[in-house]
């Protein structure tokens, strides 16, 4: 894959992840509150964890199997959550769409703002068919944003992770690019953030 570029709405900018975000991601990653309803995130965060995160994202984007956005206040450089577009299969033309937000920036419309762009970039940078994501059933917030950006709620899939040794019910939602041409047309502003 070449140079990841960044995308821009009115209040954020979504950038490439540098070795510069390793405090930031292990300082909100830390919250328990974001580890709680986040399948791959443990808590405690691991000490070290973050540089071993964007190892592994750059190593990923370098094989064109993800791209991992920061997710910026525009005019604060002030880093909010982290956007991916992972698990990349060309031949199925489709990925996976995981994102978390820091608390402090929850509530703020951050997240839906941030999805619109990154939905444009995955059916026209990265010509893909269909994007897909997943969340726990009793965190419905994400899929608020998800059905707010045109995802389609597919089920439910019982007793999908086990988090705090619990096994967890995950949501399943997804877009066609078919679905987000036609939305796009009768609402363009899905488009931008």
């Given at each position: ?9 009115d ?12 405090s ?25 964890e ?35 577009v ?52 009793r ?32 949501a ?22």
């Open positions: 894959m070449s140079a990841q570029f960044k995308l821009l709405t209040r954020l900018i979504l950038r490439p992840l540098t070795r510069t975000d390793v930031s991601i292990q300082a909100a990653a830390s919250v328990r509150q974001i580890a709680d309803t986040m399948i791959s995130i443990p808590h405690p965060y691991p000490d070290g973050s540089e071993r995160y964007i190892a592994r994202q750059t190593a990923d984007f370098e094989a064109g199997h993800s791209v991992t956005f920061v997710i910026e206040q525009r005019f604060k450089n002030t880093f909010n959550g982290i956007i991916e992972r698990d990349i299969e060309r031949e199925h033309s489709q990925a996976e769409l995981s994102f978390w937000l820091a608390v402090e920036s929850w509530g703020q419309g951050y997240m839906s703002e941030a999805l619109k762009p990154v939905l444009r970039f995955g059916f026209e940078q990265l010509e893909l068919n269909r994007l897909y994501a997943y969340h726990m059933v965190n419905p917030s994400s899929g608020q944003v998800l059905r707010k950006n045109g995802l389609v709620y597919e089920g439910m899939l019982r007793q999908r992770v086990r988090k705090w040794e619990m096994f967890e019910d995950v399943l939602w997804a877009i066609l690019r078919n679905d987000w041409c036609v939305a796009v047309a009768q609402k363009p502003e899905l488009a931008v953030g």
